[in-house]
């Protein structure tokens, strides 16, 4: 059978697929499993939190991320901890933030990797108990994580 | 010895809510990286971040394979009195660096 050139563009598209395989990731299912540690079975409201990230990213291996949380940061009323979780990377936790009232504000600026086009989400723990969190899909069209 | 840059303003004004920049030079490498042999590049990355404001601790950041090499990190603080503020960050190996700067408030 000759090669055709509508069977040599077909194979050329699928090739990437193949060569793409990767190392166990993470699923939405490991991240919502790490959110549910960290949550500890209470319930999680939207808002108050605020995550920054690009829409769409060319290069997954360094990211800006701010997150920032509205909040006084008195003794009284503040953040005491702030968890970032990814669904596709190998590892469902990016970073864990536990700021101190002396900080006097809550917004953190870091830069991640990412694996893949995903969901981030981020969550709040205030020092009244309740936990907020805000989520964004990211598009990567160059995934970190893998490559040697 | 890790390579950073740490930017800590010298003065501030009391109260006033500054900005602490780290930079650190290191390679996060992740421990899902494969060698041409198929084998992984062992992980090696800055596990912990701490800032102390006077010796008591004000921040505390866990960091993952997810965070880019030379890990960056930008935060604040209410400077409220002249006093040391420290950064120190723990490697894979356990090992604790540690750099301070004094700010003067007033």
Redesign the interface.
């Known amino acids: 059978m000759t090669l055709t050139r509508r069977a040599a563009i077909a194979i050329g598209l699928g090739a990437p697929l193949v060569l793409l395989t990767r190392p166990a990731l993470a699923s939405p299912e490991t991240m919502n499993a790490a959110i549910a540690e960290f949550t500890d079975g209470r319930s999680v409201q939207e808002g108050r939190i605020t995550l920054d990230i690009p829409v769409l990213v060319e290069n997954g291996n360094s990211v800006p991320m701010t997150v920032e949380v509205d909040s006084p940061m008195t003794p009284e009323d503040h953040v005491t901890e702030i968890a970032v979780f990814n669904e596709r990377n190998p590892l469902p936790d990016v970073v864990r933030f536990r700021p101190s009232p002396a900080l006097g504000l809550a917004r953190f600026q870091t830069r991640i990797r990412l694996g893949d086009t995903q969901k981030i989400t981020a969550i709040a723990r205030l020092s009244d108990g309740t936990l907020w969190s805000a989520a964004m899909t990211v598009i990567v069209t160059a995934p970190a994580c893998i490559e040697s | 010895m890790t390579d950073a840059l740490v930017n800590i303003p010298e003065t501030a004004t009391p109260g006033e809510?500054i900005e602490i920049k780290l930079l650190i030079s290191h390679p996060m490498e992740?421990g899902?990286?494969?060698?041409?042999d198929g084998s992984l590049v062992p992980r090696d990355i800055i596990t912990s971040v701490r800032c102390l404001?006077g010796g008591?601790?004000?921040?505390?950041?866990?960091?993952?394979?997810?965070?880019?090499?030379n890990?960056?990190?930008?935060?604040?603080?209410?400077a409220d009195r002249s006093d040391e503020i420290a950064l120190e960050w723990t490697d894979w190996g356990g090992v604790v660096h540690r750099e301070a700067r004094q700010i003067t408030v007033a």
Request: proline residues 10%; aromatic residues 14%; neutral net charge.
């Open positions: 809510i992740t899902f990286r494969p060698r041409s404001y008591e601790t004000v921040l505390e950041v866990d960091l993952n394979p997810a965070i880019s090499a890990p960056f990190l930008v935060f604040h603080l209410r």
